[in-house]
């Protein structure tokens, strides 16, 4: 079975094998920053703003752990700024957003690696 760590939000499964579908919450909004902070209450979540983001903090996610940005506005995201949890974007180049544009990241710890987008 799993466990819910209801201060991290962290889910702990001890099942070699897991069953079924993984539904992922829609965390609360959040808005752009460097480093973007996201809640412990999701893994998808709408950045609000137009500030540009550089790196996402690690605070509550470990090594594994996959989440989807989706963009309300114009907002560039930059590839690899040289710090630490880095964005490492698909052809090594910045992103500039607009509305609706989704971003899927997965964390290696340090840095996030883009898995996928999606630009309307």
Known sequence: GCTLNG????????DAITTGRHQWAKGAAVASASPLVLGADGNYFHVTGT???SEVSPTSWQ???QVCLNFDAVATVTHN?????DLMLA???NLTTSAN???CLIYDSPDWHETSRKVP
Do not use: D, F, P, R
Not at 7 to 14: K, M, P, S, V
Not at 81 to 85: K, L, M, V
């Open 91 to 93: 052809g090594s180049v």
């Open 51 to 53: 500030v540009t983001i």
């Open 101 to 103: 544009t989704i971003l």
């Open 81 to 85: 700024s040289g710090g630490t949890n």
């Open 7 to 14: 201060t991290t939000g962290a889910l702990t499964c001890i």
């Open 63 to 65: 090594a594994g752990s």
